[in-house]
């Protein structure tokens, strides 16, 4: 496998939560986190029917290109590629890293959901390009995911790889530095942003930090 050139990610990774009913309120955040200099944002819809995905994706990913962002799809590779994506992120039941590497091509980015150090490690020896963890705290975002696991388990998971740590979970601005000093190159937020006053204002925070 080709050796692949460390990826670079700014501290705050937004994730957008694409829900039923709410493709303006969503696309209006992602233009907030854009204009703001976000490098990266990740566009979840777990709810949603293909069509309306992808085209919220496409206005997106066209949104973002605009500002010199760039866009993670979750879990789909097909919206990914028809969206024109940077990338796709993973969770445990998707595609194998390689078949998305297969579909994408060697340039995109690809980010694998993990739980413990062996899918970690299986993500690193896959060919992944950062790993998320968690669910670092309790979180609403969710509502399959993990029981918490805490900084410590984290501090373990930055052990065990070298890749790219994107922590997860319950992760607000309080708990964010905590997070960072525990091993993660960056955090994830989904309802701190949603409910922050200036979500421009935490991008700015942390967009010129970079892994």
């Not at 496409?58 to 962002?69: F, N, Y």
Request: charged share 25%.
């Amino acid at each position: 496998m080709p050796t692949r050139a460390p990826l670079l990610l700014a501290r705050l990774y937004p994730i957008v939560d694409l829900r039923p009913g709410r493709a303006p309120a969503t696309l209006a955040l992602a233009r907030v986190l854009v204009e703001a200099g976000a490098p990266w944002l990740q566009l979840r819809a777990k709810d949603l029917p293909d069509a309306t995905f992808l085209e919220v994706a496409r206005e997106i990913v066209q949104l973002a290109a605009t500002g010199g962002s760039r866009v993670v799809v979750n879990d789909r590779c097909d919206v990914c590629l028809l969206a024109g994506a940077a990338g796709v992120h993973l969770g445990q039941e998707d595609l194998p890293v390689p078949e998305a590497r297969r579909i994408l091509g060697e340039h995109a980015v690809i980010g694998v959901s993990t739980h413990d150090e062996a899918e970690a490690r299986r993500a690193e020896a896959e060919g992944a390009d950062y790993v998320g963890f968690g669910a670092i705290y309790r979180t609403a975002s969710k509502t399959d995911a993990s029981p918490p696991r805490g900084p410590g388990a984290l501090a373990a998971i930055r052990r065990a790889v070298r890749l790219p740590i994107v922590a997860i979970g319950g992760i607000d601005v309080d708990r964010a530095d905590e997070v960072l000093a525990a091993g993660a190159d960056a955090v994830a937020m989904i309802g701190a942003l949603e409910s922050a006053p200036d979500p421009a204002a935490l991008v700015r925070r942390w967009a010129a930090a970079r892994a």
